[in-house]
Nanobody, 124 residues
Framework: QVQLVESGGGLVQAGGSLRLSCAAS????????MGWFRQAPGKEREIVAA????????YYAESVKGRFTISRDNAKNTVYLQMNSLKPEDAAVYYC?????????????????WGQGTQVTVSS
């Protein structure tokens, strides 16, 4: 089992930045790809970004390309999502997830473990 805890969410003005962190604990001796998803009220959960175990492969949703950056520090069992130039439409609960395969996947069902989520609110 892997436990994931997100942090770093909050309220920010449009155009501002936030950095989300996701700390993993438990069975962290295995290699996991990681993803960030978000879910706004009344909408389905959607992929934001994903990163392979090695960090060499990444994926970004079109809506966040050029503004968000996913990274990981395997020594710290932590994945980050740097969010710049935030827009009101970025507001959502952000979840990190771990995939027991090492490759990047973009669908929620590919992921095995989920955090509780952290709220991101963007004021216009």
């Amino acid at each position: 089992q892997v436990q994931l805890v997100e942090s770093g969410g909050g309220l920010v003005q449009a155009g501002g930045s936030l950095r989300l962190s996701c700390a993993a604990s438990g069975r962290t001796d295995s290699n996991y790809a990681m993803g960030w998803f978000r879910q706004a009220p009344g909408k389905e959960r959607e992929i934001v970004a994903a990163i392979s175990w090695s960090g060499r492969s990444t994926y970004y949703a079109e809506s966040v390309k050029g503004r968000f950056t996913i990274s990981r520090d395997n020594a710290k069992n932590t994945v980050y999502l740097q969010m710049n130039s935030l827009k009101p439409e970025d507001a959502a609960v952000y979840y990190c997830a771990a995939d027991r395969t090492v490759l990047v996947h973009t669908t929620p069902r590919a992921y095995d473990y989920w955090g509780q989520g952290t709220q991101v609110t963007v004021s216009s």
